[in-house]
């Protein structure tokens, strides 16, 4: 089964050629099903180039799988960069964006092959019916939610597998399977092999190397700014939470998760690796146990699944020395919502220099960890009901204390969900309905934390002056801003990003409308 109906990709000939070429603009964008070997590949594989008649052409993992092919062993289609549905106009697209992030989640892989997360759930979460779903899935990507799903699921095992040293027990687990039974009926139905016929030569459980961090792969589709990503987080990098080294390419950070209720905590270590169009990344043992979770905070907040060819065909005229710039996403939606109150109308030094108060007056502290990695940031339940007195004793005011007890009240109760499964909408509003917490704020939290390319900040200092309209009476000023970007849309995000660090390159003052009041 081709499945190359899809609008956003070239017809079969032309990914025939970017194959050919190995484009790693493409990886993730395509599988290439080979039917003379039964497998499928990513565009960047580098075994030798199928003949072209041999080639089936597939969107997704999933759509080859079903077809019946399995995955190569050499390129790993697991470690491609996802692909996304950005459309902020098309209802399906929308549907189907919020569909696969819930789905991507490790979160919600919850008992395994027979009981995977109800269709009904999935529809009530999302305000449809579960017919329309199961629909839209056949429609827009030639599989259902189920196998959707279970191919996640499944090449999130391999990957455990090849890079990991847990044991086989513990992937079915990690991988949202009730037992270990179930699991290998799974791997052995879908790929053929048992669990341990794929791993690699890894060091035995128990002994010395065994606890060492695991290193695993994670690609990107190209260009790809990682000094200014690196620069990004730098800037704004808390002692004993996280490190930064741009000269060697390095991010350090603890990290605090839960999957499925189970809590882990540990370090990690990221390595940029820009001639390979990947990182490199190495967990500590605590974290092992959550790794597809950590795997799917990483790709958040390094903006791995970006795709530059759209954004940069609407971005480029603007911002034509920014190509493959992201958007800096979050390792946590509670914290980079914490650390955007606290940096309402200060600067980011300003803004560090309170968190960093917050980290080390309420921070729990690892165990561990290496140098300059001594703490987790407080979780939402710290923060609940904390005194007020202790945040003032921090130096913060009054109006941001009360905004930062409700927003961790919300999280702790399950009302706000910060990450790339939320409904943009719907927890803008939940955001804004919060004390001390205006629409500057939740835009900005809905571009880092919910990974939604379309969030505008209008009222931003620097984003006005960058679009030279910062002279303007302020309402004026907001809607020659958001008139300027309307052609930006649905890239508004990357086009925040852009501003900051390069203005466009356009006289504003020329595009300006008459309408001054």
């Known amino acids: 089964m081709a499945a190359m109906d899809h609008s956003t990709l070239p017809d079969a000939d032309a990914l025939y050629r970017a194959l050919s070429a190995r484009d790693a603009r493409f990886d993730g964008r395509f599988f290439t099903g080979v039917t003379s070997t039964g497998i499928y590949c990513r565009p960047v594989c580098r075994v030798r180039t199928p003949k072209r008649d041999n080639c089936q052409f597939f969107e997704h993992a999933a759509q080859a799988e079903r077809a019946g092919f399995r995955p190569c062993l050499r390129c790993r289609p697991e470690l491609a960069p996802r692909d996304r549905h950005w459309s902020t106009e098309d209802a399906g697209d929308i549907l189907i964006r919020q569909a696969t992030a819930l789905l991507d989640t490790p979160e919600t892989w919850a008992g395994g092959e027979d009981a995977p997360p109800a269709l009904e759930q999935l529809a009530a979460r999302l305000g449809v019916s579960a017919r329309h779903i199961r629909r839209l899935f056949e429609q827009r990507l030639g599989v259902s939610p189920l196998q959707y799903l279970q191919t996640r699921r499944?090449?999130?095992?391999?990957?455990?597998?090849?890079?990991?040293?847990?044991?086989?027990a513990q992937v079915a687990?990690?991988?949202?399977?009730?037992?270990?039974?179930?699991?290998?009926?799974?791997?052995?139905?879908?790929?053929?092999?048992?669990?341990?016929?794929?791993?690699?030569?890894?060091?035995?459980?128990?002994?010395?190397?065994?606890?060492?961090?695991?290193?695993?792969?994670?690609?990107?589709?190209?260009?790809?700014?990682?000094?200014?990503v690196l620069r990004f987080f730098a800037d704004r990098a808390l002692p004993g939470l996280e490190t930064v080294d741009p000269a060697q390419q390095i991010l350090r950070r603890t990290l605090r998760i839960a999957v499925r209720g189970t809590p882990a905590s540990g370090w990690l270590q990221i390595r940029f690796l820009p001639d390979e169009n990947r990182i490199g990344m190495r967990v500590s043992e605590g974290l092992l146990p959550a790794l597809p979770g950590v795997i799917d905070r990483v790709r958040a907040a390094l903006d791995l699944d970006a795709d530059p060819l759209a954004i940069d065909a609407v971005l480029h005229a603007d911002f034509p020395d920014s190509d493959g710039m992201r958007v800096p996403g979050a390792f946590d939606g509670f914290e980079l919502a914490v650390r955007a109150v606290l940096g309402q109308q200060v600067t980011v030094a300003a803004a560090r220099t309170l968190c960093g108060r917050l980290l080390e007056r309420l921070g729990e502290p690892l165990a561990d960890g290496p140098p300059g990695l001594q703490r987790l940031f407080p979780p939402p339940e710290v923060l609940a009901d904390l005194d007020g007195q202790v945040l003032g004793e921090i130096g913060i005011v009054?109006?941001?204390?009360?905004?930062?007890?409700?927003?961790?009240?919300?999280?702790?109760?399950?009302?706000?969900?910060?990450?790339?499964?939320?409904?943009?909408?719907?927890?803008?509003?939940?955001?804004?309905?919060?004390?001390?917490?205006?629409?500057?704020?939740?835009?900005?939290?809905?571009?880092?934390?919910?990974?939604?390319?379309?969030?505008?900040?209008?009222?931003?200092?620097?984003?006005?002056?960058?679009?030279?309209?910062?002279?303007?009476?302020?309402?004026?000023?907001?809607?020659?801003?958001?008139r300027i970007a309307r052609r930006w849309r649905p890239w508004r995000s990357y086009a925040v990003i852009r501003a900051w660090t390069t203005p466009p390159n356009f006289e504003a003052s020329e595009e300006m409308s008459h309408d001054r009041s």
Do not use: C
């Not at 095992?157 to 086989?168: E, N, S, Y």
């Not at 699991?183 to 060492?212: E, K, M």
């Open 173 to 228: 687990l990690a991988a949202g399977f009730a037992s270990l039974r179930r699991f290998n009926d799974a791997f052995v139905g879908r790929y053929g092999l048992n669990p341990t016929q794929l791993r690699r030569s890894r060091p035995t459980p128990g002994s010395d190397r065994s606890h060492a961090p695991a290193e695993v792969r994670l690609s990107w589709r190209p260009p790809y700014r990682a000094q200014e």
């Open 398 to 482: 009054r109006q941001r204390q009360q905004a930062i007890r409700a927003l961790a009240r919300a999280v702790a109760e399950g009302r706000l969900v910060l990450d790339g499964r939320a409904d943009p909408a719907s927890t803008l509003s939940s955001l804004e309905a919060l004390p001390g917490i205006g629409p500057w704020t939740a835009q900005y939290i809905a571009m880092r934390a919910l990974r939604w390319p379309d969030a505008w900040p209008s009222g931003d200092v620097v984003l006005l002056h960058a679009l030279g309209v910062r002279n303007l009476p302020a309402p004026a000023a907001r809607r020659e801003a958001e």
């Open 154 to 168: 499944l090449l999130a095992a391999k990957q455990m597998l090849a890079d990991t040293g847990l044991p086989v």
